[in-house]
């Protein structure tokens, strides 16, 4: 029985036919679906290659044959097998954390995200147990929240009516020991799914969005402008209504573009549709925006909110004007409910 066979025993992992819209009855009529459709395609393909090829090294020579475009997915798949295979394997290797600092780094801002797909198939108590270390980076240890909106993505692509048609939600848990945020963090994720769920039709998505509680849109809101950066697929004009749409949030979806470029720029590529985001959503270009990002990472942070949620504050204050489309938006130094 292969690695795969296994993997696929212990855990109810999709199949790369799961991901297909047609499957998830999702639209499929716009120019983007095929694009993606391949988005948890290679995620789920990453994760197979990830289950059955044991030296890291070859993992990543056998990744790295994948389109650019969808490159860092198969990585963040092939993370999640490998945080699995750390949790089954008995001399606790530490493989998911050599790989992301070994030949994985180029797709490091990934890395979590693929943590955060496995936490929906394995029990509450084992979260914290195989919480997997990353890496010693300042910088990437307050991505780890990223796990939660790959969580949140994962529920809301995979159970669709229960996430978002019911508009469920999760237990709050406390991760980094902090209860309060987690649902925050989910929301991004649960934002992402919503634009594969409406196959990146803006005006479906706001309308889902506003039926949300209040309190919750500006982190959805947050993954819309990650996904636009990051997949593209939409023309400006749409944006631009988008963003008149998210009113305040039109700040959110400035800092979820930012982090999809920098994590684009991180992995040495950058598509045409990271390059437009970054000048509309951005109001700037991507040499600009990665150096934002990176600035903003680095200055100390406070205590009382993670690390993670100063770090995008600081993103909404700096990358958008200060009334964009004639919305007041709140200062940097003021945060958020939660």
């Not at 929240?145 to 669709?160: E, H, I, N, S």
């Not at 799914?193 to 039926?211: P, Q, S, T, W």
Request: aromatic content about 10%.
């Amino acid at each position: 029985m292969t690695a795969l066979r296994v993997l696929r025993r212990i855990l109810p992992v999709p199949t790369q036919a799961d991901a297909l819209f047609a499957r998830r009855g999702f639209p499929t009529s716009a120019p983007i679906t095929s694009t993606l459709e391949q988005v948890g395609v290679q995620v789920i393909r990453g994760f197979e290659m990830g289950a059955d090829i044991a030296d890291i090294d070859d993992l990543a020579a056998a990744l790295d044959h994948i389109d650019p475009f969808y490159r860092s997915l198969a990585y963040e798949g092939a993370v999640t097998a490998l945080v699995t295979r750390d949790l089954i394997d008995l001399r606790r290797r530490h493989l998911a954390r050599q790989f992301v600092e070994g030949p994985g780094a180029p797709h490091a801002y990934m890395a979590y995200v693929g943590y955060g797909l496995l936490m929906p198939r394995l029990p509450r108590f084992l979260w914290r147990r195989c919480t997997p270390n990353l890496g010693d980076d300042a910088v990437l240890s307050h991505l780890t929240w990223l796990a939660a909106d790959g969580y949140g993505f994962d529920g809301a692509f995979f159970q669709t009516q229960r996430w978002i048609d019911r508009q469920w939600r999760p237990k709050p848990y406390s991760w980094e020991g902090d209860s309060s945020y987690f649902l925050r963090a989910v929301d991004q994720g649960v934002g992402r799914a919503l634009y594969f769920v409406n196959d990146a039709d803006l005006e479906a998505i706001a309308h889902r969005i506003e039926r949300m509680d209040k309190a919750r849109r500006a982190d959805m809101w947050s993954g819309i402008g990650a996904a636009i950066a990051y997949l593209g697929g939409v023309a400006e004009s749409d944006i631009r209504t988008a963003q008149r749409r998210a009113g305040p949030a039109v700040a959110d979806m400035a800092q979820g573009a930012a982090f999809a470029i920098k994590a684009r720029a991180h992995a040495g590529y950058l598509p045409d549709c990271s390059v437009s985001a970054a000048r509309v959503l951005c109001n700037s270009d991507v040499d600009a925006v990665v150096a934002v990002v990176d600035e903003a990472s680095t200055q100390p942070f406070g205590t009382g909110e993670p690390g993670y949620e100063q770090w995008r504050r600081r993103l909404r204050e700096r990358l958008t004007p200060p009334t964009l489309l004639g919305v007041d938006r709140q200062p940097a130094d003021q945060p958020r409910g939660a």
